[in-house]
């Protein structure tokens, strides 16, 4: 159906009957035989809701208002109905053709396989008829129940857009897929009182539509990315995802009767949140809201009766904005008072006009109780190589605390090391000892104009503490640190000790293992410092974001196995490790945590692509850097779909440089200008959302002359609010409320 109407704060009917507005002539009843197959009603009389809405609400002369929806005018409209008296076949899905004269009404009511049978009458004389609206989200029957799916994505899937006469702006009106707006009918009837009349059933709205404004700010223009609604605390915070309805206490009480329902899997996932996003995929862009803009979406949600229940749910709205902070709005617990958010009807909300706001933690506006592996993280590829620090080529635009401030929670930081052995002469001559044991040491930042990987922690760590400030309870920001070998010509070595003579860099095993011996005592080191906030946890596919909150997370890329075999087993270094392999396709590998030493057991797995330089004669293709790229975001689908144990990591690769044999400002820049639409895209468009886990990309932050000029601001926004798309797995059943941020006044439910 396409025209659902609903009649606000009352019940609204759809009826399927056997005749149509024009008076027909009435067959006598023959009493309908075994077998014979049931006939349904092919008109909707007092058609009250069906399946596309109009953009505003009409007006019935008693001041009451509703939103007229047609059948869709192709036929797609489906239906499943449910019979468990018929014969053979209990459930089966009918589609409906509209009035060409009346859209609001049907013309017939037909199998959608017309080779099959439909439903037909069984050896009972009582029939109970269930049928649901749309036939696509009927999945199938559990114990003569009716089991559904309401998605958590709810995106648009067409913007009108029209001139506000009244106001003098622009009002975009997003189509969202009214397959979300379930229906519902039952009927009891005897065959043989039925006969060949055709059964008619009467369908009634059942999901709650929550119908959002969004107004643009009081001046300049804002850019919407996404839309949640989240039920933050109550003790019925489930929004969508699976469920089982139980037509029960409709066969027992009749008109009065409203279906029971029970959320399937809602404990082990987030079920609390509906997500809608701002994007327009015919132009490829965000919307933008001006002073006399406004943007209206549509949530579906799974409905709570509340007056029959204390407390269910508090429900909240928040608007993501492109270069800013979340909005949010707590409309209150459902069902309290006359503007609450009355089940079943189409509730309008009016939120306060869009504000400027400062940092975007937005860590903190999840579940506390995700698996860290479910994220999706924006990073900075080569987060020190900037201007200020002289770097070439520059890859960054912003110092890694203004990243910080705009987003980004995962950092690579490429080091090499000055490392010191104390060296040691026993024995006589000429038969004299040596033994080098390591001393101390540094790990200066490739490009980071004398800046060593202290100056990295404390920038985040700074970051970090200044969101515990802000936040308080309610803070779980995180970081991710990864970092990787910036060579053997960037590792040097120095001796103390009596016997430094002769003594070098091959002495103590070669520059890639002196490397490793650094990584190994500065990480133990810094995670003795408590202001550094290094987590030194054990992490595995049960760590949640609230074991890491307000903690940096360091991962390891070594080189060679001889790496990983040089640092002992029980090194207990507080960081995860995998190897970089030489080759540059999309790749699996063991993910340790605590040593790279492969006698320690793998119960991560790191999956991913990583490649610099691009172009002809490096290390990939640029058709080949687009294709692993985007590789790793549709397999990370796949192996969401297949991998009940969430124990893998992502990371996708978008940064790097066009290469042509040496490095280049230039060649930076262009391949920031190629790849990031055609991450932003692949994001917003593929048809199955699941974490990206870390997204590196060269210019992340939000700022005028940087992340805005490459559209990195929208990149990052939308790996972000990719937390918000699907049913992340998580541990136990509790939820965060996040802040009640920059509403501050509005925003009533009508």
Not at 284 to 299: C, H, S, T, Y
Not at 578 to 604: C, E, F, I
Request: include cysteine; aromatic fraction near 10%.
């Amino acid at each position: 159906m396409k025209k659902i109407k609903f009649v606000l704060f009352a019940t609204a009917l759809v009826a399927l009957s056997s005749c149509s507005d024009d008076t027909i002539e009435q067959k006598p009843i023959v009493p309908a035989e075994i077998g014979d197959e049931i006939m349904f009603g092919s008109s909707l009389e007092n058609a009250m809701t069906r399946t596309v809405y109009d953009d505003e609400p009409t007006k019935n002369p008693d001041g009451t208002s509703y939103y007229r929806v047609s059948w869709e005018a192709d036929g797609s409209d489906q239906v499943a109905i449910y019979c468990p008296q018929a014969a053979q076949t209990k459930l089966v899905k009918y589609s409906v053709t509209p009035d060409s004269q009346d859209p609001t009404h049907s013309s017939t009511v037909t199998k959608l396989n017309p080779d099959e049978a439909g439903l037909q009458w069984g050896g009972d004389d009582d029939h109970h008829f269930y049928a649901f609206y749309p036939a696509s989200r009927v999945t199938g029957t559990e114990d003569g129940k009716i089991r559904g799916t309401v998605p958590t994505t709810q995106n648009v899937t067409s913007w009108n857009i029209q001139e506000n006469n009244e106001e003098g702006g622009t009002t975009y009106y997003g189509k969202t897929n009214t397959d979300n707006a379930y229906m519902w009918a039952y009927g009891n009837f005897n065959r043989e009182t039925m006969g060949n009349q055709d059964v008619p059933l009467t369908f009634h709205p059942w999901m709650t539509v929550l119908e959002i404004t969004i107004r643009g700010p009081q001046s300049g223009t804002k850019t919407v990315t996404n839309v949640n609604v989240r039920a933050i605390e109550g003790t019925q915070t489930t929004l969508a995802g699976d469920f089982i309805c139980d037509m029960t206490p409709v066969e027992e009480n009749k008109e009065n009767g409203i279906p029971n329902y029970e959320p399937v899997g809602g404990s082990g996932s987030v079920t609390n949140t509906i997500s809608i996003s701002g994007y327009n995929s015919e132009t490829q862009e965000f919307i933008e809201l001006g002073p006399n803009d406004k943007m209206v979406v549509r949530a579906y949600l799974l409905p709570i009766d509340e007056q029959l229940a204390t407390n269910a749910r508090n429900i909240q709205i928040s608007v993501a904005t492109l270069n800013g902070a979340a909005l949010t709005r707590t409309l209150g617990y459902s069902g309290h008072g006359e503007n609450s958010i009355q089940p079943h009807k189409v509730n309008r909300v009016t939120l306060p006009r869009l504000v400027d706001t400062g940092t975007n933690y937005w860590m903190s506006s999840l579940d506390k109780d995700i698996y860290l592996s479910e994220l999706s993280i924006p990073g900075s590829k080569f987060s020190y190589l900037t201007a200020n620090n002289n770097a070439f080529p520059v890859y960054q635009g912003a110092t890694i605390s203004q990243q910080f401030l705009d987003g980004v929670r995962a950092f690579i930081v490429q080091v090499g090391a000055r490392a010191t052995y104390n060296a040691t002469r026993s024995g006589n001559w000429p038969l004299y000892n040596y033994s080098y044991e390591y001393s101390d040491a540094t790990l200066p930042i490739d490009g980071g104009n004398g800046q060593t990987l202290v100056n990295a922690i404390n920038d985040i760590a700074a970051g970090l503490a200044q969101a515990e400030t802000e936040l308080k309870d309610r803070n779980l920001e995180c970081a991710v640190v990864m970092l990787t070998y910036s060579g053997g010509g960037n590792v040097q070595v120095n001796f103390t000790g009596n016997s430094q003579i002769g003594a070098n860099v091959n002495t103590v095993g070669g520059a890639d293992n002196v490397w490793m011996d650094a990584i190994e005592h500065e990480l133990k080191d810094l995670s003795g410092v408590a202001a550094n906030r290094i987590y030194t946890g054990t992490i595995d596919a049960n760590t949640t974001l609230d074991d890491v909150k307000g903690k940096i997370i360091f991962k390891v890329n070594y080189n060679t196995d001889e790496q990983a075999n040089h640092m002992s087993a029980d090194a207990g270094v507080p960081a995860l490790y995998s190897r970089w392999m030489s080759n540059s396709t999309m790749t699996t590998v063991p993910l340790r945590y605590g040593s790279a030493n492969p006698n320690v057991t793998a119960n991560l797995s790191w999956m991913y692509h990583e490649a610099t330089h691009v172009g002809s004669n490096t290390e990939i293709t640029q058709a080949d850097k687009e294709s692993e790229v985007t590789s790793v975001l549709q397999n990370s689908v796949d192996a969401y779909l297949e991998n009940d144990a969430h124990n893998i990591w992502y990371m996708v690769d978008a940064g790097g440089t066009f290469y042509d044999g040496a490095e280049s400002n230039e060649g930076v820049v262009s391949l920031t200008e190629w790849l990031n639409p055609i991450v932003r895209q692949t994001l917003q468009t593929r048809g199955q959302n699941a974490a990206t886990g870390l997204v590196f990309f060269n210019f992340a932050d939000k700022q005028e002359n940087s992340g805005v000029k490459y559209e990195t601001d929208e990149l990052i926004q939308t790996i972000i609010d990719n937390n918000f798309k699907f049913n992340l797995r998580k541990a136990g059943t509790s939820q965060n409320a996040p802040a009640d941020a920059s509403f501050s006044n509005g925003g009533n439910v009508w």
